[in-house]
């Protein structure tokens, strides 16, 4: 494979995107790509906007990416999706939890959550696979694993076993999380 294949993965702070992009890049290194990650801006504190890029190919040279060149967009949270679409390739793929975390003007009522937010994109023609992560994430055990529920949908459009993506969880987690990660991932492959 001689081009790189871009993947955005965004949410809120404090949802787990670092280990998202961790696993994703150990994945991915793992199967002998040169790989970049780099969360390029946001806050790591809880409610602040986070974007990590992963870019993965023969030979990588940057780790950013531009308007446009994003095949897959990962967002842990709705509204987060719809902010980065301009980002997303014309035929690209959005992968979202459905989960919705009010910003904070519409905690301060200054403003209100948009509704459909998945219908509205899917109107503009882009491919959306929205999917209650949280609801699955719980069902193997902890909200926290709702990154992991999100790297198992990914995993649905990427070429690598199963097994390589076990790997990486087992290198990344800590062992008295590891059951609980793997079910996660399992939840979001729909297995």
């Known amino acids: 494979m001689d081009d790189v294949k871009n993947i955005m993965i965004v949410g ?3 949802q787990g995107a670092l280990l998202a992009s961790k696993t994703l890049g150990q994945v991915l290194l793992d199967a002998g790509y040169d790989v970049k990650v780099s969360e390029v801006h946001g806050m790591s504190q809880r409610g602040g906007s986070v974007v990590t890029y992963v870019r993965y190919g023969k030979k990588v040279y940057s780790p950013i990416v531009d308007k446009g ?4 967009i990962v967002s842990f949270e709705m509204l987060e999706a719809a902010r ?3 980002y997303l390739k014309k035929d690209g793929q959005i992968v979202v939890n459905t989960q919705q975390i009010d910003p904070m003007p519409v905690i301060t009522g200054a403003a209100e959550y948009p509704s459909d937010l998945a219908k509205q994109m899917q109107d503009k023609g ?3 696979d929205a999917l209650d992560c ?10 926290k694993s709702v990154n992991i529920v999100l790297m198992g949908r990914l995993s649905r459009y990427m070429d690598f076993p199963e097994t390589a993506w076990m790997a990486a969880i087992e290198k990344l987690v800590k062992p008295q999380f590891l059951e609980m990660n793997k079910k996660a991932f399992k939840l979001g492959r729909g297995e």
């Open 126 to 128: 882009i491919k959306v």
């Open 12 to 14: 809120v702070g404090g």
């Open 69 to 72: 060149e994003a095949d897959f």
């Open 134 to 143: 949280l609801s699955l994430a719980e069902q193997a055990g902890t909200a």
């Open 84 to 86: 980065y679409t301009q």
